[in-house]
């Protein structure tokens, strides 16, 4: 049990595009998702968390127009990398819990590579 | 700030050798630890957890890790590791009043040898 789809795996896409990447939980209900950013040999960094009918909570530094995120339902999370550039390339992480205590399960992650 | 280090970068070992990876955090309140594995691609797996009652928690695959407060540490160990343990490990803290802000360490890539 306790499966997060993420989708795609890998996008790679032109300067100025916009990317969304979709994080699904497939067996339970998730009233909480978080986004998570991972750069070569670092930590994972959280950019935000996501709340089922309300607004994300942006890690600071984290900036809330580039990256959009959409929690409609309560198994379905979006990022939206909005006009994206190189610097954006990264792995993009997403994870969902049920409800408080509940520890995090992962998407299996996606590739961002803008060229 | 919170933080969580992990001593052990990369890790090479051969089969029925012991593991211990090191993890220690800094935050003066009260936490709630995780270790986290990461097979060859695929996604991060929880491997066990410590919310509270007994320090030495044993986990999936014959892993356990032992929370001494006083040390700020939560180690992973195995007694006898196998290839299919072959993996990055990571260490993960929030506090116990938020519990969904995972603070991570780097990760620790454990190679076995057969």
């Known amino acids: 049990g306790a499966v997060v789809s993420q989708h795609p795996s890998r996008v790679i896409c032109k300067s100025g595009t916009s990317v969304k990447i979709e994080c699904r939980s497939l067996?339970?209900?998730?009233?909480?998702m978080f986004w998570y950013r991972q750069f070569p040999k670092q930590s994972l960094m959280l950019m935000a968390t996501?709340?089922?009918?309300?607004?994300?909570?942006?890690e600071q530094g984290v900036e809330k127009d580039k990256f959009l995120i959409n929690h409609a339902s309560l198994t379905l999370s979006t990022l939206t990398v909005t006009s994206a550039h190189p610097e954006d390339s990264s792995f993009y992480i997403c994870?969902?819990?049920?409800?408080?205590?509940?520890?995090?399960?992962f998407g299996d992650g996606t590739r961002l590579s803008i060229l | 700030a919170q933080s969580v280090s992990q001593h052990n970068h990369h890790v090479i070992l051969s089969e029925a050798a012991s593991l211990e990876l090191g993890c220690n955090y800094s935050?003066?309140?009260?936490?709630?630890l995780f270790w986290y594995v990461q097979y060859p691609g695929q996604h991060l797996q929880l491997l066990l957890k410590?919310?509270?009652?007994d320090p030495l928690v044993k986990g999936i695959k014959g892993f356990e890790a032992e929370f001494i407060k006083s040390k700020f540490s939560f180690n992973l160990r195995k007694p006898s590791v196998q290839w299919s343990d072959t993996a990055e490990y990571f260490c993960?803290?929030?506090?116990?009043?938020?519990?969904?802000?995972?603070?991570w360490g780097l990760g620790t890539s454990l190679a076995v040898n057969p």
């Open positions: 993960a803290v929030t506090n116990a009043g938020n519990n969904r802000k995972l603070i």
């Open positions: 996501s709340n089922e009918g309300s607004k994300a909570t942006y």
């Open positions: 994870s969902a819990s049920l409800s408080g205590d509940q520890p995090q399960h």
């Open positions: 067996d339970f209900q998730a009233t909480t």
């Open positions: 935050y003066g309140g009260t936490v709630n």
């Open positions: 410590y919310f509270s009652g």
